[in-house]
């Protein structure tokens, strides 16, 4: 069983910022790929961003620019910085994992509101 755990969420107004911190229970070297997913209210989950163990990574569209993926593999942890965030970033956040099978988090809310 792996536990991804999630932190970092919150309200903030728009153009603020936060960052998220995925730990994962083991060596995060052993996973494919970890990033990150979001899923706001009546719409399907979406990635966010994404990096591999070969420093590859990729980002949604509609936070190009804004949003950047990182990982500390001492820590087995994974983050997203998140700039200039928009009220159209509101959503649930979830950690994931991609090794023989996908591995999720519980999620963290993020808020963005005046």
């Known amino acids: 069983q792996v536990q991804l755990v999630e932190s970092g969420g919150g309200l903030v107004q728009p153009g603020g910022s936060l960052r998220l911190s995925c730990v994962a229970c083991r060596n995060i070297r052993s996973f494919d790929a970890m990033g990150w997913y979001r899923q706001a209210p009546g719409k399907q989950r979406e990635l966010v961003a994404i990096?591999?163990?070969?420093?590859?990574?990729n980002y949604a569209d509609s936070v190009q620019g804004r949003f950047t993926v990182s990982r500390d593999d001492a820590k087995n942890t994974v983050y997203v910085q998140m700039n200039s965030l928009k009220p159209e970033d509101t959503a649930v956040y979830y950690c994931y994992a991609r090794g023989v099978v996908a591995y999720w988090g519980q999620g963290t809310q993020v808020t963005v509101s005046s």
């Open positions: 990096t591999t163990n070969s420093g590859y990574t």
